[in-house]
């Protein structure tokens, strides 16, 4: 049987991000302005097709797989991404001070979207901070590193937009940070999980020191629907 965590965005769409779901039963996208993710049953030609069918014009999605993929033709590939999936194995909840750390709401969406421009670690769209548990920490009144929750295949949840900006690295806010976002998952008994490009050495350090580590190797798709 195949593990959540092996296809992480449908079993979100699927279980706890149904509500913001879009789509059929075998082929699932978020609302448009939430976030670009795509999640399909199994990522077969007909499934890719189906998606094709139902997505409004012009529509740029994510997936998620563990194995290549072959893009359907009348899918434009923009590129892929090789990762790492880690998973939390701490035996603790973390006890580290929280001081400094600011709950992130709609006033601050202009500054994450900024923050996410400047650093790349992911998609975030107008209403990404719907996804929840966005936290961050400011320096000198601005946006210096923030991360919040993704996909959530209960009981699973992702952890996700973990940035610095790179005036602020070096000073251990994200490692500050990603502890706030473990307890808060922890406590909700839930477990933690994230991914990161394979070759981001620095932030698969740092997971690592946290107490995450790697589950599986996983390819992310950037594709688009065009005329």
Known sequence: MEHLLDNPIYYALTS???????????????????TAFAGLKDNSQENLNTLY???????????????????????????????FQFIFRGKEVPTADAT???????EHVTEMIDLVELTKPGPFLAKTIELSNYTGVFADGKLAAMAGHRFYPSPYREVSAVCTHPDHLGKGYAFKILQ????????????????????????IKLYHKLGFEIRTDMIAYVIKKEA
Do not use: C
């Open 16 to 34: 706890g991000h149904s509500h913001i779901a879009k789509g059929l039963d075998e082929v699932k996208y978020y609302i448009e302005d939430i």
């Open 180 to 203: 706030e976002q473990i307890k808060r998952i922890l406590l909700r008994s839930e477990i933690p999980f994230l991914h990161v490009r394979n070759d981001n050495e620095g932030a």
């Open 100 to 106: 400094g750390i600011t709950d992130l709401d709609l």
């Open 53 to 83: 069918q139902i997505s409004p014009a012009e529509s740029l999605f994510v997936f998620f797989s563990k194995t290549p993929v072959e893009i359907p033709a009348q899918w434009k590939l923009l590129t892929h991404i090789d990762m």
